[in-house]
């Protein structure tokens, strides 16, 4: 394997999936502000996911309703506001 290729900042991080409230702990170096207290009392890093494998309509066989519209209202109000849509306009 190659030497200084992989991240140093390898640490404990729960990973909450917010739609069905379901949690797990794993080690990741992906960046975070968020913090929980886990099962065992201790403080971790919290990355919040929107859908993982305990509510992914593949894994569960269920279909669940996902907010697009809303995300794409969020995006357009958001991108309405950049130098880009000022130019578009013009």
């Known amino acids: 394997m ?3 290729i ?3 900042e390898y ?3 729960v990973f909450k999936d917010f739609s069905c409230d379901e949690a797990f702990l794993t080690h990741s170096c992906t960046p975070t502000q968020d913090t929980i207290t886990w099962e065992d009392g201790k403080e971790y ?3 919040k996911l929107e859908i ?3 509510s992914h309509p593949f894994f569960t066989g269920k279909m669940k309703f996902v907010d ?3 995300r794409i209202d969020k995006f357009n109000k958001k991108f ?3 130098k880009l849509a000022n130019k578009q306009k013009a």
Do not use: E, F, Q, Y
Request: aromatic share 0%; hydrophobic share 30%; net charge positive.
């Open 11 to 13: 640490r404990m991080v």
């Open 2 to 4: 190659k030497k200084d």
């Open 68 to 70: 697009t519209a809303g």
């Open 52 to 54: 993982s494998n305990k």
């Open 80 to 82: 309405a506001k950049s």
């Open 45 to 47: 890093p919290l990355i």
């Open 6 to 8: 992989h991240p140093k």
